[in-house]
């Protein structure tokens, strides 16, 4: 089990860039793949990115990709979602979760662990 605290969210203009990062608790942090996920009121929690346990292998949802940027520091036990062109589509509450898989990354139930979230809104 890893416990997740994440941060960096925030208020900002369309455009703009934030930087969301997710801290981990444990010793086998760099054996888990980590993945970003969002909920916005009134909608599903939705896939944004996820990053295998090397780093090596990234992936994202479509209405991200090319805009945001998902990696992590193993040694610092840490995920960072860089985001930029941010659009006001993108308000939601980000969650950073840890899985034990290796496929099917942008399933949510593949995640065991999840943080309590950070909130982004984006305006016009």
């Known amino acids: 089990q890893v416990q997740l605290v994440e941060s960096g969210g925030g208020l900002v203009q369309s455009g703009d860039s934030l930087r969301l990062s997710c801290a981990a608790s444990g010793r086998t942090f760099s054996s888990y793949s980590m993945g970003w996920f969002r909920q916005a009121p009134g909608k599903e929690r939705e896939f944004v990115a996820a990053v295998s346990w090397s780093g090596g292998n990234t992936y994202y949802a479509d209405s991200v990709k090319g805009r945001f940027t998902i990696s992590r520091d193993n040694a610092k036990n840490t995920v960072y979602l860089q985001m930029n062109n941010l659009k006001p589509e993108d308000t939601a509450r980000y969650y950073c979760?840890?899985?034990?898989?290796?496929?099917?990354?942008?399933?949510?139930?593949?995640?065991?662990?999840w943080g309590q979230g950070t909130q982004v809104a984006v305006s016009s």
């Open positions: 979760a840890a899985s034990r898989h290796t496929y099917d990354l942008d399933k949510s139930w593949k995640y065991g662990d």
